[in-house]
């Protein structure tokens, strides 16, 4: 094997804190090398270090045996180290073909325009991508975005590919698609690094796997050397994920019974489009889709954020389609909202204000017209400790505080004040094991009693483990209803991608 | 070796405090090579502003009475700064204010001096807060940008002002000069040591304080916090942002409004053209020198009213023209801005690259 990044006893320490203290780890050519790691253990401090945004206080990182310090990605990107984000960095409005284009160093004029048009197909052709270079990129779906975000580093020929949790938004189908094109990419000679939490994958694809904890490389496995469990048990190490089970079983109460919703969006596109969804009491009712099919408009009419164009919400017996009855039925809804940072909390403000965020105007956080201080500060103690967030001195901004922590805060807020209904969007993603067990743990407590969760979740495993009924939607309508104790994966990522249950039986 | 530039995880308590303190600092180094250029001694300028604005009861009562409307007007934009909305029309809301309280003054016929100066208050309070209410209204219900909105309603405040001074509440005995009839002594703030020190100056404190409470301790104060810090957390919290962008639009400006107030009852007495001498556009400096506080805001208030006064006599002394006080005061909030970048990042020296 020869070795093509070799990283050695990088440090990197932020005013109080050590993100990365001693990591060392190498990656050969022709190997998908995969890092995991709980959140927080640093991955990301690695990444940006190695492609060149953060800058080391110590160690080195070398390349095909020359040692390199980066001060900016375009370094990386001249040594061949290249990164597909989380978030695609592309325009929407342009074509695949101009999107391509400005990650290029040397724009083509008029004339080569042509030559680069074909390289790019053939790069298409060759990996067998389903794209075309003249489409704009808003069209295409999210798996399709990431095609042209991998395009982009093949196009300057990078050598190490970095892929932040790539799965993600994709279907089980397009994830498959996608390992195929890695595996044929690892047979052309390149590296590629492979970030992710969901064990299967981390199984079905990794080489070797760099097992990283609390800003230190703990241990490097060759493949056949580790199995999930051994995997969960490094990464976690004496943490336990908290124990939970469902007993109690749901009634046939219907608390929320939607009835051909169509919801539009800017574009005027149908977001959801005659949508029917009833849930039970006492249920947790999974939603599987790609992401970007509707689920979100889904919880934003469900949470008052958004409005309806057509169809009808009921509340038991209660007509709450209208926007100012939904108001006031909101109020007893909680929601796990999908991007914590931007809807979730009030960054720059502290953990005690942003936990009275939905109660500050109840009697007991005031006084009149002042806030009782007192009750706001007992109230996030008992938060604090019953959550076990882990937060800085008081009156900290809640933006210092680690993902799985933020979401602790919003948990406890949203939660506390036993709702009826939970309407929570990936309320585990971007959360280590143990954060993600709890939050498992808290909803499966609340459906004992008898509260009931509308999951949205893009890991399936998710969704099968800790729903009763999982719906899948496609492009905004219901195509189903399964039982997961009943269904397989394959059948439902073939209704994710719109077959109906008959076609797929 | 090369010059990196780095986001800061944790920006700290000590560079956010020393940063404005710092920016006044360079301004003033800065606007020395102004002073220079123009043939004086940046040393003996500078000691003339001190000694002028503070160095007698004369001086520190006038730098009072420039302080009083820029307390007013500083508290009205940074109350609309905390919630990320950015009132640049207080100039206009002083105007406004200042006409909605001569009009009381002069054609209300009240005799009592406590419900004179009562309704004078209010009225100029309401006249500033709906001017400003436009723009929080377009803003809440449209989108529309408050910027700009705040920003042309000054030229229409200021014009609308000249117009009734020039024409229809011109004084019939003021020699055709453009200023209302003076108000009788029911329509005046008490004056103090014989000075034009007015009591304006202790409603701007009293005023400050209660901003701050309001800010700090109120359920209000809370929901304008969130806001200012998420909006869209806010809405998902059930909160009316719509409804509280009006508000403290209507707030500010009517906190600046009650600036025109006390121009007019405490120190002229009388509405005339250029009762404002850029006392709101000084205002947004204030707001952002300040940041969030309303102590803030009296403190940096009263070293804008020194270089005011300061200003002054150097332009009897040397002749200096009195742009040479508003470029200091550009200087200042842009060295204040330029700050905010090292707030945010660091600048490290690093050992580079070499590439083709």
Redo the contacts between chains.
């Keep these: 094997m020869t070795e093509f990044l070799q990283i050695k006893n990088i440090r990197k320490t932020f005013p109080g804190v050590v993100a990365l203290d001693d990591v060392s780890f190498t990656v050969a050519r022709a190997e998908i090398h995969t890092l995991l790691g709980e959140n927080g253990a640093g991955k990301s401090t690695l990444m940006n270090v190695l492609t060149g945004l953060y800058h080391p206080d110590r160690g080195q990182i070398s390349i095909a045996g020359q040692e390199v310090h980066f001060t900016s990605p375009r370094d990386s990107l001249i040594y061949g180290v290249g990164m597909v984000h989380q978030h695609f960095m592309l325009v929407p409005a342009h074509s695949v073909f101009e999107n391509i284009l400005l990650a290029l160093d040397n724009v083509p004029n008029l004339f080569n325009r042509k030559t680069y048009k074909d390289k790019i197909q053939k790069l298409i052709d060759e990996f067998d991508l389903d794209l075309d270079l003249n489409t704009p990129v808003w069209k295409l779906s999210i798996g399709a975005q990431q095609w042209i975000e991998l395009i982009k580093l093949l196009m300057r020929d990078c050598q190490l590919l970095i892929l932040d949790e790539p799965t993600a938004v994709l279907t089980p189908q397009e994830a498959e698609r996608l390992f195929n094109v890695l595996r044929r990419l690892k047979k052309q000679g390149k590296s590629i690094i492979f970030i992710s939490h969901k064990m299967r994958e981390v199984m079905e694809i990794s080489d070797r796997v760099t097992i990283l904890k609390k800003g230190r490389s703990l241990e490097t496995l060759d493949r056949g050397d580790f199995d999930e469990s051994r995997l969960a048990s490094l990464m976690i190490g004496k943490d336990k994920v908290p124990q939970w089970q469902k007993t109690l079983q749901m009634s046939d109460e219907i608390v929320l019974d939607i009835q051909g919703l169509s919801v539009r969006n800017d574009r005027g596109l149908s977001d959801l489009d005659s949508f029917d969804l009833q849930l039970k009491k006492g249920e947790i009712l999974g939603i599987a889709g790609v992401a970007g099919n509707g689920q979100k408009a889904l919880a934003e009419v469900l949470t008052g954020l958004k409005n309806t164009n057509q169809g009808r919400i009921m509340a038991g017996e209660k007509d709450i389609t209208n926007s100012n009855a939904r108001y006031s039925y909101i109020a007893g809804i909680a929601h796990i909202p999908e991007d914590r940072k931007t809807i979730g909390i009030a960054p720059d403000m502290s953990i005690d204000e942003n936990l009275i965020m939905k109660s500050f105007k109840s009697g007991s956080f005031r006084s009149w017209i002042f806030q009782n201080k007192k009750a706001i500060r007992r109230n996030a103690e008992e938060k604090i400790e019953q959550f076990s967030i882990k937060t800085g001195p008081d009156g900290t901004p809640v933006r210092y505080l680690s993902g799985g922590n933020i979401q602790k805060v919003i948990i406890a807020r949203e939660l506390s004040e036993h709702p009826a209904v939970l309407v929570a969007l990936y309320p585990t993603r971007g959360l280590d094991i143990g954060s993600a067990g709890y939050v498992h743990k808290v909803i499966a407590d609340g459906a004992d009693r008898g509260m009931s969760t509308i999951l949205i979740a893009e890991d399936l495993d998710e969704l099968l483990k800790l729903s009763d009924r999982i719906a899948v939607m496609f492009r905004g309508k219901l195509i189903g209803y399964v039982n997961p104790r009943k269904t397989t994966r394959e059948e439902i990522g073939l209704m994710m991608s719109g077959e109906t249950p008959g076609d797929a039986v | 070796m ?1 010059l ?1 530039i ?1 986001r ?3 920006s ?1 308590a000590l560079l956010r405090f020393s940063a404005p303190i710092a920016s006044i600092g360079i301004a003033l180094f800065v606007a020395g090579f102004l002073l220079l250029a123009s043939g004086v001694s940046p040393l003996a300028a500078y000691k003339e502003i001190i000694i002028e604005a503070l160095g007698s009861i004369y001086g520190l009562s006038e730098t009072l009475v420039k302080t009083t409307p820029l307390i007013f007007a500083g508290l009205g934009v940074s109350l609309a700064f905390r919630m990320q909305i950015w009132n640049i029309g207080a100039e206009g809301q002083i105007y406004i204010g200042a006409m909605g309280a001569t009009w009381v003054a002069l054609f209300s016929g009240i005799q009592n001096h406590w419900l004179m100066m009562t309704a004078m208050f209010f009225v100029a309070f309401f006249c500033g807060g709906l001017w400003a209410g436009v723009a929080g209204f377009l803003r809440a219900r449209w989108q529309v940008n408050e910027v700009i909105v705040t920003l042309l309603m000054n030229y229409i405040a200021i014009l609308w002002v000249d117009y009734l001074i020039y024409g229809p509440w011109k004084d019939p005995k003021g020699f055709n000069f453009p200023l209302t009839a003076q108000f009788s002594d029911t329509a005046r703030l008490a004056e103090y040591f014989n000075t034009r020190m007015h009591s304006g100056f202790f409603l701007a404190l009293f005023c400050a304080l209660v901003l701050y409470l309001f800010i700090e ?7 304008i ?2 806001i ?3 909006q ?7 909160m009316n942002t719509g409804m509280a962008i009006f508000f403290v639009l209507f707030l500010s400006g009517a906190i600046a409004g009650v600036a025109g107030f006390s121009e007019v009852a405490g120190l002229q007495h009388r509405l005339q053209h250029g009762i404002s001498p850029g006392y709101g556009y000084t205002a947004i400096i204030i707001a952002w020198l300040a940041k969030r506080s309303a102590i803030g805001v009296v403190i940096v208030s009263f070293l804008m009213g020194v270089l005011l006064v300061g200003g002054d006599s150097l332009q009897l002394l040397w002749q200096l023209p009195v742009a040479f006080v508003y470029a200091f005061q550009g200087l200042i909030l842009f060295f204040l801005l330029a700050s905010d970048f090292f707030i945010i990042y660091r600048v ?1 020296l ?4 070499v ?2």
Excluded: D, L
């Design positions: 090369k990196v780095e800061r995880e944790i700290s301790r109120t359920v209000w104060g809370y929901e916090k969130v200012g810090s998420n869209k957390a806010a809405q998902y919290a059930g490290k690093v050992k580079g690259v590439h083709a």
